[in-house]
């Protein structure tokens, strides 16, 4: 397993950072514009660097998501992929959990992104992390995962947790479509974009493996620690990108209501303290 997703991890590296460091930095361009989309809708074009063609409040989100990836989500996938070398389960653990992000990331910058000069090492990034993720997947000792968690982890509480955050974000998703199917208008947020990516993704894999994982980890099942513990780890990754995202929309001049602040932020820290259970609570195998 090791040297194969060895390759992998370094090819993700590489390609992330040409993909992140450019869509960070490059400015590139006349600025913003309006576009009047197929809905008839007047849309503003932030009409700089690799997002130019983007909306403003999708290249603002591009552009948060580009930051964590750099200074979040590589670092971690270097430590994670280190630890994991040492045969640790808390860097398995880990590792598992920031290729399930890198997948995630690549897979919707691949649909959702207007085409740009990176579609191809999206593509790739998508590629790469999608086997790196069910190599390391596939390399749990499953059976007998559940004799390294401690009987004392709160698992009525992570458990319960997964099953309401993927409750929330499925009627948050879930209310915001249903109107625009009934009324007959083009959703919030869609602005020149053809489908609503990101809530196919969430309402399709992450919301429903979130439910499995947390009836799974109620029943101390030893896929539930594995699939809760890896969506726990994707889901920081991910909760701290939305953090950023809404805070450059912010800077950009993008109205966001302070309580979407401030569930956003309160998840992420609950999310934070269930890892803390998890890492805490978890025992690494012995050594032959």
């Avoid at 397993?1 to 090819?11: A, D, Q, T, W, Y």
């Avoid at 960070?24 to 809905?39: D, L, P, R, T, V």
């Avoid at 948060?64 to 860097?91: C, E, R």
């Avoid at 489908?195 to 009836?215: C, E, K, N, R």
Wanted: proline share 3%; glycine share 8%.
């Amino acid at each position: 397993m090791r040297k194969p997703i060895g390759l992998l991890v370094l090819l993700i590296i590489a390609l992330s950072l040409i993909a992140a460091g450019y869509g960070a930095f490059s400015n590139q361009g006349n600025g913003q514009c309006e576009f009047k989309s197929i809905y008839g809708e007047t849309i503003t074009i932030y009409g700089k660097g690799l997002y130019k063609n983007d909306s403003v409040a999708m290249a603002s989100q591009a552009i948060a998501q580009d930051y964590v990836t750099l200074f979040m989500a590589i670092p971690l996938l270097l430590a994670s992929f280190y630890l994991s070398k040492k045969g640790l389960l808390k860097g398995k653990l880990l590792l598992t959990g920031t290729l399930g992000y890198f997948l995630y990331t690549y897979t919707s910058y691949s649909f959702l992104s207007m085409y740009n000069s990176m579609f191809l090492i999206y593509i790739m990034l998508m590629s790469a992390s999608f086997f790196a993720f069910l190599i390391a997947f596939k390399s749990f000792d499953l059976p007998n995962l559940y004799l390294y968690f401690d009987k004392k982890l709160p698992v009525t509480f992570i458990g319960g947790f997964l099953l309401f955050v993927s409750f929330l974000f499925g009627m948050m998703w879930i209310g915001k479509i249903i109107p625009t199917l009934t009324q007959n208008v083009p959703p919030v947020g869609i602005d020149h974009y053809t489908t609503l990516v990101i809530q196919a993704m969430d309402l399709g894999f992450v919301i429903p493996a979130g439910i499995w994982a947390g009836i799974l980890f109620l029943k101390r099942r030893p896929l539930g620690y594995l699939l809760g513990s890896v969506l726990i780890v994707k889901f920081i990754t991910l909760l701290t990108a939305l953090t950023a995202m809404i805070i450059r929309q912010m800077v950009a001049g993008i109205q966001v209501g302070f309580s979407e602040i401030f569930i956003v932020v309160l998840i992420n820290l609950l999310v934070i303290y269930c890892l803390v259970l998890i890492m805490k609570n978890s025992k690494e195998p012995e050594r032959r």
